[in-house]
């Protein structure tokens, strides 16, 4: 028998409104807190907290900066000015599906503006009829890194209660206007992601919460994002019929250093770090352990009666997540090797390869992470993000990128047998960056992910042509078999 994916199975690709679009200047389009994320190309790539702090006085000074070669995102891809030939392109892969964003200030320049960007609105419907054109299901991302940058001098973002009201209006606005075009959504990228850089997720920086408890105020505008969540999912069950609306965290999977007990705790205290955000928007209630921790560590969230009947009534309809890599913890890490992760920094593993940028490449990782999803939420799951960094070279028009090949070979693989094996019910697979874009981690072009390059280098100098990469026909391939081609010859 021949193995292949279920019937219905949705490939695709996915990329963020604020990483491919550019145009950040057109169209009526307020600035976001990505707008004034700046690039740091002389810093060491695995420093991540050189990369993603950031200061009042580093928003000021962006906001008045017109030099667009230091803040990539304003670039970006230029998708604003190329999604015609984009969307196209993923066509002809054959995509079923494609993950995006909608950038919140596109649609409401400010946050707190009393009437939508109508050209905004157009754009997207612009986008959404091309999808659909090809028969490319959209699946849309409501937030994706990017609140108005109005919230954060003027709300302290989504610390603020206030903030809730201004995203349920952008929800009650998108929904309405894309009813009939869109039953796929997403609430939060990364949800978890506050914990590792409150800025891009939540608009928070830590200088404008003077003598407060930092931790504290993270933890206050998570609650005011669940609330949200759980609003947006709310209104999008009532305005669109038959939509689904997921949950979408990172999938951080540690593993234990050692078998040692103290190792093997440690793991698991961790891994429920990163559950603890899924586990309350898919059972719809603060876990115990979360709670635990609140408690012992005085950290107090403020809630408004009816908060936790709102998150108890409208959990999500399925799990999405992000998997790059797994990563290893131990008690006692001194002396120990650590390599960059999603992010973060964490101990390497010795038995498993990395990438360009020290992301250890582990397929089987995924797997596991797939049954321990599953497992533990019983709701599909769809793998929103994954995929491979790596400097590619452009010679005579094409990239030879076997090496991304590879790696999705390995990782399709693993994911058939949580299907087959394991009796994981999965939705989909979007790739990340099906299309170059900026990277989140580092704000570098040249961390390339797409099956597409994309004539840009770090500092926005290019042509923005774009090219397809030997990966290009090689993933059009798995998807028009559903995925039979990655087991021909085999028994």
Not at 24 to 43: F, M, P, T
Not at 181 to 189: A, D, E, H, Q, R
Not at 266 to 284: E, I, K, L, W
Not at 348 to 373: A, E, F, T, Y
Request: hydrophobic residues 35%.
């Amino acid at each position: 028998m021949v193995r292949k994916f279920p019937e219905g199975f949705l490939w695709g690709g996915a990329t963020a409104a604020n990483q491919y679009e550019g145009g950040w200047n057109e169209g009526g389009k307020g600035i976001s807190v990505s707008d004034c994320a700046r690039h740091h190309l002389d810093v060491d790539v695995q420093d991540y907290k050189a990369h993603n702090s950031i200061t009042t006085k580093d928003i000021e000074d962006a906001l008045k900066s017109t030099d667009d070669s230091l803040y990539p995102k304003r670039h970006a891809s230029d998708g604003y000015h190329h999604y015609k030939e984009d969307i196209k392109m993923y066509a002809e892969m054959g995509f079923k599906v494609y993950r995006m964003s909608i950038a919140w200030t596109r649609i409401f320049p400010n946050g707190d503006d009393k009437e939508p960007n109508e050209e905004g609105l157009k754009f997207y419907d612009d986008v959404f009829d091309e999808c659909l054109k090809y028969g490319i299901e959209p699946l849309v991302t409501m937030s994706h890194y990017e609140p108005p940058i109005n919230l954060v001098l003027n709300y302290d973002g989504w610390a603020s209660r206030e903030v809730i009201d201004m995203f349920v209006r952008y929800v009650e606005v998108i929904c309405e206007r894309y009813k009939n075009k869109v039953k796929y959504w997403l609430t939060f990228n990364e949800v978890d992601s506050m914990i590792r850089h409150p800025y891009t997720t939540g608009g928070l920086v830590e200088d404008r919460f003077p003598g407060r408890n930092f931790q504290e105020v993270i933890f206050q505008a998570m609650h005011h994002q669940f609330v949200a969540s759980a609003l947006a999912t709310k209104i999008c069950h009532e305005k669109i019929p038959g939509s689904k609306v997921g949950c979408m965290l990172t999938k951080l999977t540690y593993y234990p250093y050692t078998c040692k007990p103290e190792d093997v705790l440690q793991a698991q205290q961790d891994m429920r770090s990163t559950y603890c955000y899924s586990d309350t928007q898919v059972f719809g209630e603060y876990p115990a352990y979360l709670l635990a921790k609140f408690k012992n560590e005085g950290i107090h969230i403020k809630m408004e009666e009816g908060d936790l009947d709102i998150m108890k009534q409208y959990p999500v309809d399925f799990v999405s997540f992000s998997y790059y890599s797994s990563s290893c913890v131990a008690k006692n890490a001194d002396g120990l090797k650590t390599t960059a992760a999603n992010t973060m920094i964490a101990i390497k593993n010795p038995h498993i390869p990395s990438s360009d940028w020290g992301w250890q490449i582990d397929p089987i990782g995924l797997r596991i992470s797939l049954v321990d999803l599953y497992d533990r939420y019983r709701k599909p799951l769809f793998i929103v993000e994954n995929g491979l960094g790596a400097k590619d070279e452009l010679v005579n028009g094409t990239v030879d990128d076997q090496y991304r090949i590879d790696y999705f070979d390995a990782h399709f693989r693993e994911m058939l047998n949580a299907i087959e094996i394991d009796g994981v019910d999965l939705m989909g697979y979007t790739s990340w960056g099906c299309i170059d874009i900026v990277s989140e981690s580092t704000k570098q072009m040249s961390k390339r992910y797409g099956f597409i390059y994309v004539d840009c280098d770090d500092e926005g100098n290019g042509t923005y042509k774009r090219y397809k990469k030997k990966s290009f026909d090689w993933y059009k391939h798995v998807i028009e078999t559903n995925g039979a081609c990655l087991f021909e010859g085999e028994e």
